[in-house]
Structure formats: structure tokens, C-alpha cells
């Protein structure tokens, strides 16, 4: 019923789009629907046991409203299929307004600019793999959003550009295990009423050295208190997170084509606390602890020839991801694991593309399932932007 | 881990002071990035991110809308992204 409401609403809000957005000139505001879906078929294997699906439907409205030249109002919702459920995601809402030529300031819920991953390349039709890379997403370790306020821009300095973002959010949360005591010590990063009196702050700056925007290196920081007000054991308890990122894109005549790289490093330093675990068959809960340092990354290589002769050579796209994520050692969610995708696309437009790709995923540990799991996937997506 | 917190504070509260510097002095202002044409700006920074769009995957209104959120998504100067939203506009 819910679902259905907020179905009824939006197609509401994309007739509305017509009476008050582009066409009518009483009204100064710019009303519009963007956003993607995407779908498709993936085929895996779990140390050799065999499964197979069609998948996704994910459907990710965006609405935007530009009330005048300065102020923004932008957001998102997705809708998901998971687990035979229809998921509602709010992925963002937030106003920015327009300071001046270099500033722009933010508030509500909104993409974290924690390296480049989630705020720029998540979306289905960006993203040129069909999942994303490991340490994002569920389980991950990077944050993806946070409530609060932010001040963002960017600069010429000499020849050379810098862009920056510093925020203030309600910050991650530290789960002690009390509900799930396999996750005791991952931080939980939709912390929608804050925990505490400490409010995270974090920020990233961008530099791009050559004048042509060609290539960017990022660093981002993020930290807070993560254990509840008043709380004896973790009260205390913060958190220190870093990601580093870099970025290059551009058109490579003699290999008549562009070429894209993006990587990103992510680190996670919480304080060391303990917790507490319930041996099967005992009634006391023995205590444990662990350095609690996590970190991740990723770094993709994709080619795609624009420059050849033929029209389809042209839309083809290849590309390579490998990626690594390491939990603490000690901690109930202990995990290593490196994976390996190749992919084969193929552009329809610029916002529609067929993405095939194989993945190889090597993990040792984590909480779901223990032990050594050796994954191999095949994934066919169907991404469009609209 | 308190220190680390002041490091942080304090190394962003010292970034956006400079920031605040070194964009209210326009002589800073290199020829080099501020004299780029909206074409070229297009060209170099459209194709960052995602795919580069054709002007004319949309029409006036709808680019200055886009032009806004993607001056907020991408940190791009007011400058620059008027230059593009003009270039996309006379092309589209």
C-alpha cells in the first residue's frame, strides 16, 4: 500500500511536470523527472553450486527543481527488488544554494563526497560494471550518505583546478553487537537521528593538475563518535575514515579512443573496544576485542575506441576491475577478499548501454559465510538513464 | 583519537580559509582554465564522470536545470558552467 502511494504520487508529480515544469510560462521554477532503471540476468556459482536468475528492475526516479539560477532542490528514491520484496530506498534529498562563483552550500540528505564512487560513478548507467566494487554497498565500509550540511566548490589556481567539499552529517553509528553480535564493531552509516551529541565532519578536496581536467586526485577524510550518548563502554568510541581517489579520462588519439581509469582507496579506523560474544552452550558472554581497521579498493581500466570508422566499433566498450576488501583480524566479520571483473558493453546512447561481464571473486571469512568461497559470475544488464 | 579529530577539523577549517583566499582574488585567475570556450569545457569535463551528452539530447530549459545540478555534482565554477549551458544551448 505504501509503495503503491508513492508510485501514485510520482506519476502525479510527472503530470504536474507538464501543467507547471518546461512548458508553462507563469511559473519560474524548472520542474524534472530524471533518473535510470536498469535489469538483467546473472548467472553464479558458489564453489561450484550453480544459480541462476533474472534480476533487478531497479527503477531510481530523480526529481529536480531549480527555483532560480542559485537554488536547487534534488532527490532521489530506488526501488528495488530484493528477497522478493519491493525496497524503497531514499537515496537523497537535499537544497543547495548558489553563494557565489566558487561556493555552494548544501543541506539535507545527501551523497557523501567520500572519494569518487558512490557520489559520481554508483549509478547504473555511469557505473560500467553491473555491481559495484567491494568495501561499497551492503556490508561495505565507505559511507554513502549522511544528513547535515555541506559547503562545496571549486577553483582555478593557475593553470591547474581544485574543488572541495567540507560537511558536518549526524555521522556513523557504531554497532556493538547488541542486536547482531557477528557484526560488533562495523559501523552503520544511516544514522538518520543521531546517536549522539558528536557531529562527523569530513570533506574532500580534488586536485586537477592539467588545465584540460584530464586527470584528478582526491582525498577525503571523515570522522566522528560512533557509540551512543553516555554509553559506559563505547561513549567514547570514534571513528577515522580516509579514501584517496584518482581519476583519468580522456580521448587518446593514437589509441583512437578514450581511455577512463578510476580507483579509489578506502580506510576505516575505528577505536579499539570490547564486545561481546555467546559461546554456544555457555550462559556468560566472554569478552573480545580487536584492532578494528578495515580497508578497501578498487581500480578499473575501460577502452573505448570513438574514433574508429565503424558506427558500431564505436559503441563498444571494454573494460577491467580488480578489487580487494580486509576486515579486522579477530573480529567476528574477519574478511579477505580480492575480485576480478571483465566486461564487454555496448552503448546505444550515451545513457543506455548493454553491460556484459565475468567476475571471479576470491573471499576468505565474513560473517555470511564463512570459510573459503570462490565465486564466479556472469552478469548481462540492461542500464538506461532517462 | 580526540587529536585526530582537532587534525581533521583543523585541516578543513584551513582549506576552506584558503579557498575563501584564493577565490576572492580573481588575479589568480589563470588565462590558461578561464579563457576555455563552452565547447571546450564541455568536451573536457562532460566526459569525466559518464558519457559525454550531445547538446542535443536536450532542449534550452531542461539544460539549464541539468547545467545547475551538474555544476553542484562536478564542483564547477558558476564561470564555467554557464559557458557550457550556452554552448549547449546554441548547439542542441
Keep these: 500500500m505504501k509503495h503503491l502511494i508513492i508510485f501514485v504520487s510520482i506519476l502525479s508529480l510527472s503530470g504536474l511536470n507538464n501543467l507547471i515544469g518546461q512548458e508553462n510560462m507563469f511559473s519560474k521554477t524548472q520542474f524534472m523527472i530524471r533518473g535510470y532503471g536498469h535489469a538483467g540476468f546473472e548467472y553464479t556459482s558458489v564453489n561450484g553450486k550453480n544459480q541462476s536468475s533474472y534480476v533487478g528492475s531497479t527503477f531510481a526516479p530523480i526529481f529536480l527543481f531549480k527555483h532560480s539560477d542559485r537554488l536547487l532542490f534534488e532527490s532521489e528514491l530506488e526501488f528495488e527488488l530484493e528477497n522478493n520484496q519491493v525496497n524503497v530506498g531514499f537515496e537523497y534529498a537535499d537544497m543547495s544554494y548558489i553563494l557565489n562563483n566558487y561556493m555552494t552550500i548544501r543541506m539535507g540528505k545527501f551523497l557523501l563526497p567520500f572519494g569518487t564512487f558512490v557520489e559520481r560513478l554508483h549509478p547504473a548507467w555511469i557505473n560500467r560494471l553491473s555491481n559495484m566494487p567491494l568495501g561499497f554497498g551492503h556490508d561495505g565500509i565507505a559511507p554513502s550518505s549522511g544528513i547535515g550540511v555541506e559547503l562545496r566548490g571549486g577553483f582555478a589556481v593557475g593553470g591547474s583546478k581544485l574543488n572541495y567539499s567540507v560537511y558536518t552529517t549526524n555521522g556513523p553509528v557504531l554497532k556493538d553487537g547488541s542486536n547482531e553480535p557477528e557484526e560488533a564493531g562495523m559501523l552503520l552509516f544511516e544514522n538518520f537521528e543521531d546517536n549522539n551529541n558528536n557531529k562527523a565532519i569530513g570533506g574532500r578536496i580534488g586536485y586537477l593538475p592539467f588545465s584540460n581536467s584530464s586527470v584528478e586526485i582526491g582525498f577525503s577524510v571523515y570522522s566522528g563518535k560512533v557509540g551512543n550518548t553516555n554509553d559506559s563502554l563505547y561513549g567514547n568510541t570514534g571513528a577515522n575514515l580516509m579514501a584517496g581517489d584518482f581519476t583519468f579520462v580522456k580521448q587518446v588519439s593514437p589509441l583512437y579512443g578514450i581511455i577512463d581509469i578510476k580507483a579509489q582507496y578506502n580506510l576505516s579506523l575505528v577505536d579499539k573496544a570490547d564486545y561481546f560474544e555467546l559461546e554456544p552452550g555457555e550462559t556468560i558472554p566472554t569478552q573480545y576485542t580487536f584492532e578494528n581497521k578495515s580497508d578497501a579498493y578498487f581500480a578499473q581500466l575501460s577502452y573505448r575506441p570513438t574514433m574508429a570508422g565503424s558506427n558500431i566499433i564505436k559503441n563498444f566498450e571494454i573494460i577491467g576491475r580488480y578489487s580487494v576488501i580486509n576486515t579486522p583480524e579477530g573480529s567476528l566479520w574477519e574478511q579477505q577478499a580480492s575480485q576480478i571483473s571483465y566486461g564487454l558493453n555496448y552503448w546505444l546512447s550515451w545513457r543506455t548501454v548493454f553491460k556484459l561481464s565475468y567476475q571471479t571473486t576470491n573471499s576468505e571469512g565474513g560473517h555470511d559465510s564463512p570459510g573459503t568461497t570462490k565465486t564466479n559470475a556472469i552478469f548481462l544488464h540492461w542500464a538506461l538513464g532517462f | ?92
Design chain 2, 1 to 92: 583519537m580526540k587529536k585526530q579529530y582537532k587534525i581533521t577539523t583543523m585541516l578543513l577549517v584551513t582549506f576552506v580559509a584558503i579557498a575563501f583566499i584564493v577565490s576572492s582574488c580573481s588575479s589568480n585567475k589563470s588565462a590558461l582554465v578561464s579563457n576555455k570556450s563552452g565547447a571546450q569545457l564541455w568536451g573536457e569535463n562532460c566526459i569525466r564522470c559518464h558519457s559525454i551528452p550531445s547538446p542535443s539530447a536536450y532542449n534550452d530549459v531542461d539544460w539549464e536545470t541539468i547545467g545547475l545540478h551538474m555544476q553542484i555534482r562536478a564542483n564547477l565554477t558558476k564561470d564555467e558552467i554557464t559557458k557550457v549551458v550556452e554552448f549547449m544551448q546554441t548547439a542542441n
